[in-house]
């Protein structure tokens, strides 16, 4: 079945450090790819999405860009600040399904 | 936009107390609906999803069921806790028939069973 797989946490920057969360996935199809966060004690928003291959969504100056031929969908942030500290979702929807396979979570904090 | 309401936020119960949390949802007609379970340090687990009233998919099978009386109103139930029920409960819905409609979650319940 469909499954994502995401870089395990937790991780820990600087402010202003460079940001990469790793999301790998596994479809039959042709999935759509999702970026969620979480901030604490919330439930989860969407941060960004690509509906195909070579799309790149992008948010509050997060990227990710849907890369089929390594099955990759990774996060990519510059310039991290405090208030991106939160847990991050990788989640993937297959065109003949209804559900969202999440990947476990990478928990991020930024230190001042 | 669509809008979740979920209550209650924080809820404890005793081993082998019945179980009741809502999810309503507005903005939307016919919405895909879901109830996801977070346990503490973990992923996501989709327990239920309905696209439709009467139209309700188990995941995990387990003492929780679901139903949908409403249109837009999703409710998770079971009649005795467990220990392991504990974790955080998300609702969440999508457009209806749209396979790539992004979720939309509501803020969660927080559930310790004792």
């Known amino acids: 079945g469909d499954s994502v797989t995401q870089m395990e946490g937790p991780v820990t920057l600087s402010e202003e450090a460079f940001l990469t969360i790793n999301c790998t996935y596994t479809?039959?199809?042709?999935?759509?790819l999702f970026w969620y966060v979480q901030y604490p004690g919330e439930g989860l928003q969407l941060l960004l999405k690509?509906?195909?291959?070579?799309d790149k969504g992008s948010n509050k100056g997060f990227e990710a860009t849907y890369r089929k031929e390594t099955t990759s969908f990774h996060l990519e942030k510059g310039s991290v600040q405090v208030s991106d500290s939160a847990v991050y979702f990788c989640a993937l929807s297959d065109r003949n399904d209804y559900k969202l396979s999440f990947g476990a979570g990478t928990t991020v904090t930024v230190r001042a | 936009s669509q809008t979740i309401h979920q209550w209650p936020a924080t809820l404890v119960q005793p081993v082998g107390s019945p179980l009741s949390l809502e999810c309503t949802v507005e903005g939307t007609s016919n919405p895909n609906l879901y109830w996801y379970r977070q346990a503490a340090g973990r992923g996501l687990q989709l327990l239920f999803y309905?696209?439709?009233?009467?139209?309700i998919s188990s995941e995990v099978p387990q003492n929780l069921s679901a139903s949908r009386p409403q249109d837009r109103q999703f409710i998770l139930s079971s009649k005795k806790l467990l220990l392991s029920d504990s974790g955080f409960y998300l609702c969440?819905?999508?457009?209806?028939?749209?396979?790539?409609?992004?979720?939309?979650f509501g803020n969660g319940t927080r559930l310790t069973v004792t």
């Open positions: 309905s696209i439709g009233i009467d139209q």
């Open positions: 690509a509906t195909k291959a070579d």
């Open positions: 969440a819905c999508s457009g209806a028939g749209r396979y790539n409609s992004p979720l939309h």
């Open positions: 479809a039959t199809g042709y999935p759509s």
